[in-house]
């Protein structure tokens, strides 16, 4: 069974400050990474994606990948309240999604 | 292109009843994926169609949930003698894929299931 697995929730972190979200996966021959914000109520939207080792940033957001140890991350800086919601790591090849971290930002 | 589209919004049954739900991908979107998602949980992955192929089914997944998507277009999922475990949120989701690394999911609004 493959599995995708996140850091128990809920997170909460001042505003400004960095939220670290984490994930690990299974699967070896996972090749690519996604993540996932998930608003109450709403649907899921596309954060991020990463399919190399190292860092990936974009903006305020940056993901980190290592196949060898099997595990994807998400840190956020300047957290802004805005960023409250639900984080959802995503592996392809079928789109397996763990359980979520849910994030709070507090004013 | 109006994204993707799920009916109905909202059903209520009775247990032991069939349902079925419709999903419409973004059009020339050749994946589709089912998932079910409970308060507090992530999507659970249910089955996922490559054009018209169901190519990878849950094993969690019972005999009792079957999914089409006849033409490589629209795709309905089917349950049969619904269980009160059953009443969730069902989401569907396409993407554009070429069989490279990038893939984005766009998803539907969900069609919430209670069973009485």
Redesign the interface.
């Known amino acids: 069974q493959k599995e995708v697995e996140q850091n128990s929730g809920p997170l909460s972190v001042p505003e400004g400050a960095i939220a670290s979200l984490n994930c690990t996966y299974s699967d070896r021959g996972s090749q690519s990474f996604f993540w996932y914000r998930q608003y109450s109520g709403k649907s899921p939207e596309l954060i991020m994606s990463i399919y190399s080792n190292g860092d990936k940033e974009d903006g305020r957001f940056t993901a980190q990948l290592n196949k060898a140890s099997q595990y994807v991350s998400l840190l956020i800086r300047d957290s802004q309240p805005s960023d409250s919601a639900t984080y959802l790591c995503a592996v392809k090849n079928d789109m397996r999604f763990g359980a979520g971290t849910r994030l709070t930002v507090k004013p | 292109d109006t994204g993707v589209s799920q009916n109905p919004r909202h059903k209520i049954t009775k247990r032991g009843q069939n349902v079925t739900f419709r999903c419409d991908p973004i059009s020339e979107h050749n994946r589709l994926?089912w998932?079910r998602q409970t308060l507090?949980?992530?999507?659970?992955?249910l089955t996922?169609f490559q054009n018209e192929a169901q190519?990878?089914k849950s094993?969690l997944l019972s005999d009792r949930f079957s999914a089409e998507r006849p033409k490589g277009s629209f795709s309905t999922l089917e349950i049969q003698r619904t269980e009160q475990g059953d009443s969730a949120m069902y989401?569907c989701?396409s993407s554009l894929t070429g069989g490279n690394?990038?893939?984005?999911?766009f998803?539907?609004?969900?069609t919430q299931l209670s069973v009485l």
């Open positions: 994926y998932y507090g949980q992530g999507p659970e992955f996922y190519l990878e094993r989401l989701a690394l990038d893939e984005k999911l998803f539907g609004s969900g």
